[in-house]
């Protein structure tokens, strides 16, 4: 919630002229919705270059059987997000990264006696206040200044007794934030909840990608995946991928082989960022691990 959504802008007239005089000259493909697709992106849709890194993620974010039951929490859309019933309660510590004006998920878990703190650049005070939060502007991220306050500090100043919940939907810096972690800090985290950001970048580098193989050797395991139905979508290498997805992790030791139901269920806690788009289906990563 960094900043704003991300947003498909509306194209000016001329610049549509030149980039179809462009892409024609370079061998573009119009499509049957008169839509035009650069080379690069027909090339990127069937080329199997990306292949590996387009499996490795989905078998990373694939969910897993989570061993508790499953609650969404805070008002239902965009803002809310799927954890583990029996983590919320006054034994857990909440880093929360990402609120702009919407922090009912915050204040959910504070009224079930969860203490924690939210982290935001993009306003100046937490919309809601509640006695067991408090709130720093400043921007989540890897390290310490006047304007930036570092995850792994957070984590390593949570006292040892807590469980912690990690809440990350910062727009792209969720990376950056989780990059920088030590093997240390990632074993303390009990629950990651991310709204990860640009998955159609692996195409440039394999920063998400290795970023997800960082979380899975700590010890992470997916139990909770849905697309955003509010932004773009593509094809790599032939898999249809969502531009961002809602992803729930927890220790591996709760998590167990999934069933239909088990994934039946997990479609049943989906929510509409957009609320005039349908859903995305992503049943090729619900199903992965069936």
Same mark, same amino acid.
């Given at each position: 919630?960094?900043?704003?959504?991300?947003?498909?802008?509306?194209?000016?007239?001329?610049?549509?002229?030149?980039?179809?005089?462009?892409?024609?000259?370079?061998?573009?493909?119009?499509?049957?919705?008169?839509?035009?697709?650069?080379?690069?992106?027909?090339?990127?849709?069937?080329?199997?270059?990306?292949?590996?890194?387009?499996?490795?993620?989905?078998?990373?974010?694939?969910?897993?059987?989570?061993?508790?039951?499953?609650?969404?929490?805070?008002?239902?859309?965009?803002? *809310?997000? %799927?954890?583990?019933? =029996? +983590? @919320?309660?006054?034994?857990?510590? &909440?880093?929360?990264? !990402?609120? $702009?004006?919407?922090?009912?998920?915050?204040?959910?878990?504070?009224?079930?006696?969860?203490?924690?703190?939210?982290?935001?650049?993009?306003?100046?005070?937490?919309?809601?206040?509640?006695?067991?939060?408090?709130?720093?502007?400043?921007?989540?991220?890897?390290?310490?200044?006047?304007?930036?306050?570092?995850?792994?500090?957070?984590?390593?100043?949570?006292?040892?007794?807590?469980?912690?919940?990690?809440?990350?939907?910062?727009?792209?810096?969720?990376?950056?934030?989780?990059?920088?972690?030590?093997?240390?800090?990632?074993?303390?985290?009990?629950?990651?909840?991310?709204?990860?950001?640009?998955?159609? *970048?692996? %195409?440039?580098?394999? =920063? +998400? @990608?290795?970023?997800?193989?960082? &979380?899975?050797?700590? !010890?992470? $395991?997916?139990?909770?995946?849905?697309?955003?139905?509010?932004?773009?979508?593509?094809?790599?290498?032939?898999?249809?991928?969502?531009?961002?997805?809602?992803?729930?992790?927890?220790?591996?030791?709760?998590?167990?082989?999934?069933?239909?139901?088990?994934?039946?269920?997990?479609?049943?806690?989906?929510?509409?960022?957009?609320?005039?788009?349908?859903?995305?289906?992503?049943?090729?990563?619900?199903?992965?691990?069936?």
């Amino acid at each position: 919630m960094y900043w704003g959504k991300t947003m498909v802008k509306e194209k000016k007239l001329l610049t549509k002229v030149i980039a179809l005089l462009h892409f024609k000259q370079k061998s573009g493909v119009l499509n049957r919705y008169n839509s035009l697709i650069s080379p690069l992106e027909f090339n990127t849709r069937k080329s199997t270059k990306h292949s590996k890194s387009v499996q490795e993620l989905i078998s990373i974010l694939a969910p897993n059987k989570s061993k508790d039951d499953l609650k969404r929490f805070g008002h239902k859309g965009d803002g *809310s997000y %799927v954890l583990p019933k =029996n +983590i @919320v309660s006054p034994k857990t510590y &909440l880093i929360s990264g !990402g609120i $702009s004006d919407n922090n009912e998920f915050e204040i959910e878990l504070a009224k079930k006696g969860v203490i924690g703190i939210q982290i935001d650049n993009s306003v100046n005070r937490a919309p809601k206040e509640h006695q067991n939060l408090v709130f720093k502007f400043a921007t989540l991220g890897a390290n310490d200044s006047r304007h930036e306050v570092s995850l792994e500090n957070l984590i390593l100043s949570t006292p040892l007794r807590k469980k912690i919940i990690v809440k990350l939907d910062i727009e792209g810096f969720e990376i950056t934030a989780l990059q920088h972690l030590s093997e240390k800090s990632l074993r303390r985290i009990n629950c990651l909840v991310l709204e990860l950001h640009n998955l159609s *970048s692996l %195409v440039e580098n394999n =920063n +998400i @990608v290795q970023t997800l193989i960082k &979380l899975k050797k700590s !010890g992470l $395991s997916s139990i909770y995946l849905q697309a955003n139905n509010g932004i773009l979508d593509y094809i790599i290498s032939g898999v249809f991928l969502p531009d961002n997805i809602e992803v729930t992790f927890v220790r591996k030791d709760k998590t167990g082989k999934p069933s239909i139901r088990d994934i039946l269920k997990i479609k049943n806690l989906a929510t509409k960022n957009n609320k005039t788009n349908t859903l995305t289906n992503i049943d090729h990563f619900l199903f992965y691990n069936v």
